[in-house]
């Protein structure tokens, strides 16, 4: 075998592999008499099935495996005897092969570029905390008793409103012939709450009690059973009785409503979920000033392979053409596909490659800095995360171990989290760090990714914004209450 260097372009490299006929004719050989001396052939006792029997059942196999086995000590060869660190999977390529001839193939790859590793030391990271503020529970407290006041009947008799709760019958049909989930008995339904598919609530403003009534509705085109999306549906309402909502009250009813002992105890809740959703957010700000401070550091080349792959993410999650396409039902590959960057303008497409840039470069110099510590991700850092994200699915856990059990890829890709985490947690522990005071409007504030415009972020800002003031305390006591 006979492995030759024929490109050394910054961090592109290619090798020529020739593996002649004779090394692989011995090797099927060998292959062959190992199977001849084991295989059970019917008419033949084991180990005498003669080499003619067992060449042309087996050859064509045997030559395969042989010339797979070859080229990957081949490639072993071009890596390791050069000294090879790959920074992304290597190609091989068959380019000539004949029986009874040599065969040459090309290996292609991408090695890893020249870093100059940062004094950790003499980073600057500034470390954002913030000071329990009791006003924010009692906010919270306010909001999730307003969300949550109990109804009364409606005694006067009038049409039913917006902000009316509807106790209704109803049954819903497609082409006449009722489907499953479509039917209930004495729900509550706040109308205006659009928590039915849109149009069914409004259909039911201006009705009275006792009162039945048809509202024609489509399901929309994006909805989740598919089976439904997009279809009239037809259902048979009857109004049994309105009610209103009462007055806000925060006392300790409305605590043992949410499945608390006491006001007391809800507080708590409130608080300690609070707390827990801004520690979140502050290892993400102490997280992004790590990064934002190594990304300050001396620029490298980075392999273009992972610069295509990153800058097609990023040109996919700025691009609405490209999500419009995929929501069409757009394949993934195929001529008619179109480029992820396809509507966007220069100055968006030189964004999107700044971005992708950037990335790189930081999980390359991650990568780096894990390595020259000894940085590891252990079996028992990644069996913790996947018990966590089982947690996360209740009543699925089970289902979620056994992904992940079945699809090494999986676990491959929880892994790289953890290094992050851990190579970041070692560079706080080097740095000077510097805390600073800050407010939860800073706290929340989206930041810009360098190497983003503000009108990309901008873009963003609002619905964050909107998402991340909402308490996580209203996301489980609202679980456990219904309107009566």
Known sequence: MNVSETKSEGLLREYQIVITAAEIDAEVTKKLEEIAATVKIPGFRPGKVPMSV?????????????????????????????????????????????????????????????MAMPDLGKLDIERPIIE??????????????????????????????????????????????????????????????????PGFEDGLVGAKPNETLHVSVPFPEDYQA????????????????????????????????????????????????????????????????????????EAFDVPPSLLNQEYESVAKAMNADAKDHEQDGGQDDGEDRPAVD???????????????????????????????NNIEVTEEDTRQAVFEEARRHPGQEQMVLEYFQKNPQAMQQIAGPIFEDKVVDFILEMAKITDVKIDTEALYRVPDEKGATKKSAAKKSAAKKSAVKKSAAKKSAVKKSTAK
């Open 132 to 197: 329990s503020n009791p006003q924010e529970v009692e906010e919270t407290l306010a909001r999730i008793a307003d969300e949550n006041r109990p109804t009364v009947p409606i005694t006067e008799k009038r049409a039913a409103k917006k902000g009316d709760v509807a106790v209704i019958d109803f049954i819903g049909r497609i082409d006449g012939e009722a489907f499953d989930g479509g039917t209930a008995e004495g729900h509550s339904l706040e109308l205006g709450s659009n928590s039915f598919i």
């Open 54 to 114: 067992v060449k042309s059942r087996f050859r064509d196999q045997v030559r395969g495996d042989a010339i797979k086995v070859a080229l990957d000590e081949g490639a072993k060869q071009a890596i390791e005897g050069n000294d090879l660190r790959l920074a992304s999977q290597p190609q091989v390529d068959i380019k000539a092969y004949d029986e009874g001839k040599d065969l040459e193939a090309s290996l292609s790859c991408e090695v890893m570029p020249q």
């Open 342 to 372: 396809e509507g966007m303008d220069a100055d968006e497409k030189a964004e999107a490659k700044s971005v992708a840039m950037r990335r790189v470069r930081l999980g390359l110099l991650l990568t780096e800095i894990g390595r020259e």
């Open 226 to 297: 598919a089976h439904l999306a997009g279809k009239l549906a037809v259902f048979e309402v009857k109004i049994n009785e309105l009610h209103e909502k009462a007055n806000a009250s925060i006392d300790g009813e409305l605590a043992t409503r949410l499945g608390f002992e006491n006001l007391d105890g809800l507080r708590g809740a409130i608080s300690e979920q609070i707390n827990g959703q801004h520690q979140t957010a502050l290892r993400q700000a102490v997280k992004k000033n790590v990064l934002d401070a190594l990304a300050d550091g």
